[in-house]
């Protein structure tokens, strides 16, 4: 399930960059990697833990830059 989201994100930043100001698809951005980080690579970081804490930290490392991705839309999208 998960596999096609980066590609749904990658898209609504596609369509962002024509319509910068589109508080539908600032809404979409901010809530989509936020979704994603969450619910995929923090996930997956609390999963491997236990057993590879290198990977968890790599992971969670992601997930911050998804949160803050998310952020940056989320503000542009209130600034609208």
Do not use: I, N
């Not at 990697?33 to 804490?53: C, S, W």
């Not at 968890?56 to 952020?71: D, F, G, K, V």
């Not at 940056?72 to 609208?80: D, N, Q, S, T």
Request: aromatic content about 12%; overall charge neutral; charged content about 25%.
């Amino acid at each position: 399930m998960w596999e096609a989201v980066p590609f749904g994100l990658k898209t609504v930043e596609g369509l962002l960059d024509e319509a910068p100001r589109h508080k539908g698809l600032l809404l979409a951005a901010a809530s989509g990697f936020v979704q994603y980080g969450y619910g995929h690579v923090q996930q997956e970081a609390d999963f491997v833990e236990a057993h590879d804490l290198a990977r968890a930290t790599e992971l969670r490392t992601r997930a911050r830059r998804l949160y803050l991705r998310a952020l940056g839309y989320g503000w542009r999208g209130l600034e609208v």
